[in-house]
Each structure stands twice: as structure tokens, then as C-alpha cells.
């Protein structure tokens, strides 16, 4: 299916904004039940599963980011994006584009992704 590859991660203060970008999602993204997302993981944390989007094009956010964040694809070039605005110094951590194809699970933003790219780390400062 190919490799997901994240960017546009950064450092930012307090209220800022920040968009990522995943590319490579086209072997993901027209499967029959695309589930494609976001999680984001602070070292020596718990994954948090922060948004999903479904191959209808219903989205699904973590109550932390709800609001804040908006998760979208662009079909036409094939790319999942995450728009994170009012960035707060709890939002720091490695964010990661996944994809899951298997429909086994609802697409929310616990599932377990089988595909994962290699992160971007958010930073935002107080």
C-alpha cells in the first residue's frame, strides 16, 4: 500500500496553529473501508488516537482536540491533512498519519492502526 510519510510539524506557542500533512496515502485511501487518522504519542506515554476520517468522509476527533483540530483528505493528491488550531503545551507530542483497510473496527480515533508513518514532532510552548 506504500509508505506514509507525515511533514509540517514544528514548534509553536500557545494558541498557534499548525497543519500536517501525509502523503503517500493513495494505496489507503480509496481501499472499500479506508480508515485513515491521526495519533499522537508523548515518550513514555499511552498512544492518544486524535482524529479519524472514514471512507464516507465521516470524522471522528479525541474530546481533547474537538474543535480545535479538523482532519481532512485531498483526493486529489492524496493527501491526509491535520489542522490544529488553539495549539496548547499538552498537544505536544509525536504525531503519526495512520491508515487501516481491514474494517474490522469502527473508524474512531481508538482503533488499532495497522499502518503508521514515522511521526513529526509538535512542539508548543507555553
Known amino acids: 500500500q506504500g509508505q506514509l510519510v507525515e511533514s509540517g510539524g514544528g514548534s509553536v506557542q500557545a494558541g498557534g496553529s499548525l497543519r500536517l500533512s501525509c502523503g503517500g496515502a493513495s494505496g489507503y485511501m480509496y481501499q472499500t473501508k479506508a480508515c485513515l487518522g491521526w495519533v499522537r504519542q508523548v515518550p513514555g506515554q499511552e498512544r492518544e488516537g486524535v482524529a479519524t476520517?472514514?471512507?464516507?468522509?465521516?470524522?471522528t476527533y479525541a474530546d481533547s482536540v474537538l474543535g480545535r483540530f479538523t482532519i481532512s483528505e485531498d483526493t486529489a493528491t492524496n493527501t491526509l491533512y491535520l489542522q490544529m488550531n488553539s495549539l496548547q503545551p499538552e498537544d505536544t507530542a509525536i504525531y503519526y498519519c495512520?491508515?487501516?483497510?481491514?474494517?474490522?473496527?469502527?473508524?474512531?480515533?481508538?482503533?488499532?492502526?495497522?499502518?503508521w508513518g514515522q511521526g513529526t514532532q509538535v512542539t508548543v510552548s507555553a
Open positions: 476520517i472514514y471512507k464516507d468522509g465521516t470524522t
Open positions: 495512520t491508515a487501516d483497510i481491514n474494517g474490522w473496527e469502527p473508524c474512531r480515533p481508538e482503533l488499532r492502526f495497522a499502518y
